[in-house]
């Protein structure tokens, strides 16, 4: 076989053909690119767009009075989906089994949320850790899916105080309608109840913005260097006049009852020190979507742990306002302080009725500081007839019942204060008698009020008159450090005079230290209680209890009032849950005095 053999020429010819050759194909694949693949190319090439992202601030945290963490924030994975980046049949039904969810529902917070087509629309909030890991590794099987860590609130557990914090969440549509909120979007988090509320404006900062790159499918490239970010400015912080100790001490007494609520305040300033509401619930779950199952547990639960008692509560006070009727009755000079008036047998007949004193043998002669004293309802009868239910009502509305307090939290009743309008609205003009003054007298009747305006009235009565509005701030920090703090402010004053308010805090005292007082139960050698009991009859079950007290009564720092419901006398339940609350603040107070002289004597 010959071997083939080139001559020189043939070898150039070949080298020229091999060169043409690829000058062929490289002129082929650049027409393929710029000419045949050009409309595909350059919509792969649109696609791949700089994303405007939000950037959340941190919403400011909440300390209690001694500057403990109440509420902050906790890192949590939000995945969102952006619509014009979805593949059709792909993307859904893959983020749908990831999130565990079904499309439908992927699709209702789509349109719950959805801003535009070109950004992040949230799907699932507080995503595990797990779920962020396989839209990283399978990021293909997920075009338009993306994620961002975001931060979401958390509560302090186990101490009832779901009351005043509150809680936040996704702004609504409704939410935007009702108010003006230019800065926010669907999707945006805002305070839904409780201070989150009130203070929403100054915990939720403002909102920065980022741009990133990314391409066709969705894949992050970075940040896009030709556009600034606009840094999101943090909310600012709040110290509350919640102490963390009393709060705790006052959701662990309650624990055992079926329902009720506390609240302390410091008469001095109107600070409230504590609140709480039994049961309630845990402001968490609201840091995430809800499971169906556990919002039907809570709305159904017959105990009401969705009732804001201290706020939205509304209940009849019992003797707790015969201070009212007493004082009432001694500013318009229907009696004296040293008045008597027909003895109490246990019972006082009006027309063709006998309305009863709760202690049946009665309590016999009586003035009108032992009248407290004892809590007699028939010195209270002649009282309430004297006055009308007109000027019982009038009296009523000037110590606060019947009107909002103002305290800086949401949804707040006023309650009821009925007077001759409300009884002709109700039964009819000359369709009603008097003997309904007889009930509102001892604070019955259609008369309801809220824990927190008697509260607001007790410290009133041991304040010389003088009633602060209740606050649970104290101030406001900003994130730029400035501090601004919230000053007492004067609500309004008790339409008693200084004689009067000596009458009502002299029945106050003897409650705890009279021979014959409904709550001796409280006397104790380490300081001074003063209160008053109260077991409101109600039509749903057994009587509600109550006690309001008063420490120290020389120079007074706490007022504590307790409701327990359903649970019968006053003297016997309220009275106790109340004084545990008291010996809590009394006795941090003294181990704080005595650590302080301590101190000074180590000095000396």
């Not at 309305?355 to 009248?371: E, K, M, Q, T």
Request: with cysteine; glycine share 8%; proline share 5%.
């Amino acid at each position: 076989m010959n071997k083939l053999i080139l001559t020189t020429t043939q070898k150039e010819k070949v080298a020229l053909a091999l060169i043409a050759a690829v000058i062929i194909f490289l002129v082929a694949g650049l027409v393929k690119l710029q000419i045949v693949d050009h409309p595909q190319l350059a919509a792969q090439s649109e696609n791949n767009r700089i994303r405007v992202v939000p950037i959340t601030p941190r919403r400011g945290v909440v300390y209690d009075r001694e500057n403990r963490r109440l509420i902050d924030n906790r890192p949590s994975y939000t995945v969102s989906v952006v619509l014009a980046e979805m593949v059709p049949d792909e993307t859904l039904a893959n983020v749908a089994e990831l999130l565990g969810l079904d499309t439908l529902e992927i699709r209702r917070r789509i349109r719950k949320n959805l801003v535009n087509r070109y950004q992040p629309t949230p799907v699932k909030r507080d995503a595990a850790f797990e779920i962020i890991a396989v839209l990283e590794e399978q990021s293909f099987r997920f075009p338009g899916v993306t994620y961002q860590i975001e931060q979401v609130r958390r509560y302090p557990e186990n101490m009832s105080s779901e009351t005043f914090t509150g809680y936040v969440g996704e702004v609504s549509s409704e939410d935007l309608g009702r108010h003006s909120y230019p800065e926010l979007r669907l999707g945006s988090m805002i305070g839904k109840k409780g201070l989150e509320r009130y203070y929403d404006s100054h915990l939720r900062g403002q909102e920065g913005t980022a741009c990133i790159e990314v391409t066709a499918t969705g894949q992050i490239l970075g940040q896009y260097e030709d556009r600034l970010e606009v840094s999101a400015v943090p909310g600012a912080d709040l110290i509350l006049t919640i102490d963390l100790d009393l709060q705790q001490a006052c959701s662990d007494v309650l624990d055992t009852f079926c329902c009720g609520t506390i609240v302390a305040a410091d008469p001095r300033t109107g600070e409230i020190l504590a609140m709480t509401s039994y049961p309630s619930y845990d402001a968490n779950i609201f840091s995430s979507v809800i499971p169906d199952s556990v919002w039907q547990d809570i709305s159904s639960d017959s105990s009401h742990p969705l009732l804001n008692r201290p706020l939205k509560g509304l209940y009849p006070p019992g003797s707790t306002v015969k201070f009212v009727t007493v004082g009432a009755a001694l500013e318009e000079g229907l009696v004296t302080a040293s008045s008597t008036l027909q003895p109490c047998l246990g019972g006082y007949k009006f027309g063709n009725r006998v309305f009863h004193c709760w202690r049946p043998d009665g309590h016999g002669w009586l003035n009108a500081v032992h009248s407290i004293e004892q809590s007699c309802n028939i010195y209270m009868y002649q009282l309430g007839l004297k006055l009308g239910v007109d000027l019982l009502s009038r009296y009523y509305g000037h110590c606060g019942f019947g009107r909002a307090t103002g305290i800086d939290l949401p949804g707040e009743e006023v309650g009821l204060n009925p007077n001759s309008t409300y009884y002709d609205q109700r039964f009819g003009p000359n369709k009603w008698t008097r003997a309904l003054v007889m009930n509102n007298s001892i604070g019955q009747g259609e008369v309801l009020v809220t824990v927190l305006q008697l509260v607001q009235f007790v410290n009133g009565i041991i304040n010389d008159g003088v009633v602060y509005r209740p606050h649970i701030v104290k101030n406001i920090v900003d994130a730029n450090g400035e501090e601004t703090t919230i000053a007492p402010e004067v609500s309004f004053r008790l339409p008693f005079t200084p004689s009067t308010l000596d009458v009502l805090c002299e029945g106050l005292r003897l409650v705890v230290e009279g021979e014959h007082g409904t709550a001796r139960s409280l006397q104790t050698d380490q300081y001074t209680v003063g209160g008053k009991t109260g077991t409101a009859q109600n039509p749903h079950g057994e009587n509600h209890s109550w006690f309001v007290g008063v420490a120290p009564l020389e120079n007074p720092e706490i007022v504590v009032c307790a409701l327990v419901e359903n649970a019968g006398h006053g003297s016997e339940v309220a009275v106790p849950v109340v004084g545990e609350i008291i010996k809590s603040y009394m006795q941090k107070r003294l181990d704080t005095t005595d650590l302080a002289a301590a101190s000074i004597g180590d000095k000396d």
